[in-house]
Nanobody, 123 residues
């Protein structure tokens, strides 16, 4: 079982950038597909970005072209680079992992969740 711990959240400005990190501990990080979800105030939890074990990436339409997901298998780290932030990016961001391959955008498809990190974007 893998344990996930997010960091890097905080306050950003519209048009600015933030970088989220997720440190994984446990069995070999490279065996897991990884991703990010978020939950804004009064909203349902939603998929943000995913990356396969081989490094293939996919994104929600709302963040495509602005956010970049990447992974560092040697250091068991997942990164979400968020550029051109908007106030509606304000949410708690969760790092997620799963043992099955393929893409997945539904929350129940993910096996492991971090505790979340708050991102607040001011206009």
């Amino acid at each position: 079982q893998v344990k996930l711990v997010e960091s890097g959240g905080g306050l950003g400005q519209a048009g600015g950038s933030l970088r989220l990190s997720c440190a994984a501990s446990g069995p070999t990080f490279s065996r897991y597909a990884m991703g990010w979800f978020r939950q804004g105030p009064g909203k349902d939890r939603e998929f943000v970005a995913g990356i396969s074990r081989s490094g293939t990436t996919y994104y929600a339409d709302s963040v495509k072209g602005r956010f970049t997901i990447s992974r560092d298998n040697a250091n068991a780290m997942l990164i979400l680079q968020m550029n051109n932030l908007r106030p509606d990016d304000t949410a708690i961001y969760y790092c997620v992992g799963r043992e099955l391959g393929g893409s997945a955008t539904m929350a129940p498809s993910w096996d492991y969740w971090g505790q979340g990190t708050q991102v607040t974007v001011s206009s």
